[in-house]
C-alpha cells in the first residue's frame, strides 16, 4: 500500500462554516488544506492517515474530522518532491514515510 504519493486533485470544495478551509477530493480520499493553497486539476503529494513521517521532528498523522467530515489524510505541495513527478508514484521511501503502529 502506498502511504505518500504523488495524486491529481479530482474536486476541491468549500466546508459550510468553515471560512479558512477547502475539501480537497484525492482518489476516493478526502484530505483539508488552507484555503486556495491547491487547484483543481493538479497533482499533490498525499500522505494517508496513520503514518509517521520519520523525519527530525517524527511527526505523526493521525485522523481528523471538521464538521463531521473525517480526513484520509494530508495533503503537501508538490515543489517537496524535487524529481519528476508522475501520478500514482509511491514516494513514502523518500519522504521517510511509515506505517503507524
Known sequence: MKLASIEHISNISSIKGCDNVDLISILNFKAFAKKGLFSKDTLCIFIRCDT????????????????????????????????EPSIGLDISEFLHVTKNI
Open 52 to 83: 509517521n513521517i520519520n523525519t527530525i521532528n517524527n511527526i505523526k498523522i493521525l485522523p481528523y474530522e471538521i464538521n463531521n467530515i473525517f480526513a484520509d489524510g494530508i495533503v503537501l505541495p508538490l515543489s517537496l518532491y524535487p524529481y
